[in-house]
């Protein structure tokens, strides 16, 4: 509870002071590198790379932030990643902001996976008392939608593989980037068979 109540407060300052106010139609605009990747309309056809349609505008806020932090710290900080980088390095505050709101105004697409283990549900309703493992619905919420304000992204519908890639970079600290670190707490307990399970469950909450 100190660590949700930590991040909770930190998001709260970040949201207040660092965040300028985004104009969807503005977005649109400058989406236009976006697309390779991640759809016209956020909704990405390569399931490495993540559905930003509907996603929470703080949320992709600060994502876009923490990759061009990483670029200039050479990692020291924010979230490392070669490919968005080098795409956020032109980007100043307001044009942040607007991609952010642009996104989040879009609508997700379904892309349901076969074959999801009952393992998926279980650890994400009730977590595993046994090895410590905090249920997701804590912060994602019963239906994977998160909270804007606390932070937390909405997982719903996300791409499986993007999920598992996620998971499992938090797990090895390759993504460190979390709030208070409350991803790699989770993420480090789970085993490459909690993480498919959990990923493929996500893929198909709605």
């Known amino acids: 509870m100190k660590k949700l109540a930590l991040a909770l407060s930190v998001f709260a300052a970040m949201s207040t002071n660092a965040m300028a106010e985004g104009d969807a139609a503005a977005g649109q605009s400058k989406a236009a590198?976006?697309?390779?990747?991640?759809?016209?309309?956020?909704?990405?056809?390569?399931?490495?790379?993540?559905?930003?349609?509907?996603?929470?505008?703080?949320?992709?806020?600060?994502?876009?932030?923490?990759?061009?932090s990483a670029m200039k710290t050479g990692g020291k900080e924010g979230r490392m990643d070669p490919i968005m980088g080098g795409m956020v390095m032109t980007l100043n505050e307001q044009d942040m902001a607007d991609?952010?709101?642009?996104?989040?105004?879009?609508?997700?697409?379904?892309?349901?996976?076969?074959?999801?283990?009952?393992?998926?549900?279980?650890?994400?309703?009730?977590?595993?008392?046994?090895?410590?493992i905090t249920a997701c619905i804590a912060c994602h919420g019963p239906d994977g939608k998160g909270t804007?304000?606390?932070?937390?992204?909405?997982?719903?519908?996300?791409?499986?593989?993007?999920?598992?890639?996620?998971?499992?970079?938090?797990?090895?600290?390759?993504?460190?980037?979390?709030?208070?670190?409350?991803m790699q707490d989770v993420a480090k307990k789970l085993s490459d068979a909690d993480i498919d399970a959990l990923s493929k469950y996500l893929a198909n909450l709605k």
């Open 33 to 68: 590198l976006c697309v390779a990747c991640h759809g016209a309309d956020g909704n990405s056809m390569i399931d490495m790379y993540p559905k930003l349609a509907g996603q929470h505008a703080k949320y992709l806020e600060k994502q876009l932030h923490e990759f061009q």
């Open 148 to 182: 804007e304000q606390a932070g937390f992204p909405m997982v719903a519908g996300q791409h499986a593989n993007y999920i598992k890639i996620q998971l499992t970079k938090f797990r090895d600290k390759s993504r460190t980037n979390d709030l208070n670190g409350m």
């Open 99 to 132: 991609l952010a709101a642009f996104f989040a105004s879009q609508t997700q697409t379904h892309s349901p996976v076969a074959d999801v283990p009952a393992l998926g549900e279980q650890l994400y309703k009730g977590g595993d008392m046994s090895r410590g």
